[in-house]
């Protein structure tokens, strides 16, 4: 309207001066302020020669204009985040169970992943356990095609089938028309001794095993039928075509003397190794679970100690963190420090420099260590006799 009104410019051509005002080149700033001076001079002119306005107050309405830019914003828009923002205020007040499983379920299918920023599922997950929420494992008997709240019990959220790899819409449909599954034979067979499943296959198996989904089914642990969970794989996934092969067969398509062989066979199998665990977890769910690098215990500790993560610092002071990777370097004058890679629940990697190291590197992938941290332009830093490492 500025425009319309002083420089005598149609209101139809006045979008392209929008454009040009809000226009933010980052990789050529000098390029855009030139464009802008052009812009300037423009509007003295027109000014000077549709209203004969002086230049001097023209210079100065146009450096306003270009002040407001930098803060101002569309009222509609504004309207539109203000009703948006006191639904989503609503939601979580009287529904907070729902609000808080939709906001993971978005932030894990909708959003993905941005290069070089926080996982924005972990950080949905973080938030949601501030508000003092538990994420369970996924399970069976449980889960649902999106994330949800516990039924059992209060404030817990179940993961969804849909944020697991290889386990599509259709596998889930079959799982829920056939649960609940109690026996080792539910997840394979019908009672007639018939194959049970066609879209809930062996790699939506498989990827249920790895992330130990099968709590509910009462098989796995001390004293049951399976001591481990790389068991179950060796025999219902591992072995699974074979069970299948024998109920196709028109006689002798019995596979309990087969089954119970196998599950006799793999007794002595030691479990998945922790960096295993977490391989899968990361490759089949999308995230770190952090259980396993860190208990609920030893997380409690910390936090009566004063020690929050790395994600939350705010200043100098104690932290916990996860190393990536870790590798010695020299400074120019030769001196050695430890350059490490650390993260947190917001799964995003930092850089940390930590001087006056000596000896071997003895921090590996997956420790979890303290520190006092402070932090440059460059990253994070400590000093080795600040820095220490913890177990479970």
């Not at 985040?81 to 907070?96: M, V």
């Amino acid at each position: 309207m500025i425009y319309h009104k002083l420089a005598g410019v149609p209101l139809e051509d006045t979008d392209g001066i929008r454009k040009a005002f809000t226009k933010k080149e980052i990789n050529n700033k000098e390029k855009a302020q030139a464009e802008r001076n052009k812009l300037r001079q423009s509007f003295i002119d027109a000014c000077a020669k549709a209203n004969n306005i002086d230049a001097e107050d023209c210079g100065d309405i146009f450096d306003e204009m270009e002040k407001l830019v930098a803060y101002s914003f569309n009222k509609s828009h504004a309207v539109c985040y203000a009703i948006t923002t006191w639904q989503c205020a609503w939601f979580l007040t009287y529904y907070p169970d729902e609000w808080v499983a939709t906001y993971i379920d978005y932030c894990a299918i909708s959003k993905g992943k941005v290069t070089g920023k926080e996982d924005p599922k972990a950080i949905a997950i973080k938030e949601a356990k501030a508000l003092g929420y538990e994420l369970t494992k996924p399970d069976i008997n449980v889960s649902e095609y999106e994330i949800i709240s516990h039924p059992a019990y209060n404030k817990t959220l179940v993961p969804s089938f849909s944020s697991l790899q290889h386990v599509g819409k259709t596998a889930v449909s079959e799982i829920q028309q056939f649960r609940p599954y109690n026996s080792v034979k539910d997840l394979l067979i019908n009672p007639d001794g018939s194959w049970r499943h066609s879209k809930f296959n062996k790699s939506a198996l498989s990827t249920l095993v790895k992330l130990e989904a099968l709590d509910s089914m009462n098989i796995v642990g001390e004293g049951k039928l399976f001591k481990n969970y790389k068991q179950v794989n060796a025999v219902l996934v591992e072995k699974n075509d074979l069970f299948k092969r024998i109920t196709s067969r028109k006689k002798n398509n019995d596979i309990t003397a087969e089954l119970e062989a196998a599950i006799a066979e793999v007794q002595s199998m030691e479990d998945w190794t922790k960096a295993e665990k977490l391989e899968f977890t990361k490759e089949l769910a999308g995230s770190v679970d952090f259980d396993l690098l860190l208990s609920k215990d030893s997380r409690e500790k910390l936090d009566e100690l004063g020690f929050e993560s790395i994600d939350n610092w705010s200043e100098k002071g104690n932290y916990w963190a996860i190393v990536a990777s870790a590798g010695l370097a020299k400074t120019k004058t030769g001196k050695t420090y430890l350059k490490i890679r650390l993260f947190a629940e917001a799964n995003k990697e930092v850089t940390c420099f930590i001087w006056g190291w000596k000896g071997n590197v003895n921090l590996q992938e997956n420790d979890v260590v303290v520190a006092l941290f402070d932090r440059s332009d460059f990253g994070y830093n400590t000093f080795q006799n600040k820095i220490f490492k913890i177990s479970n």
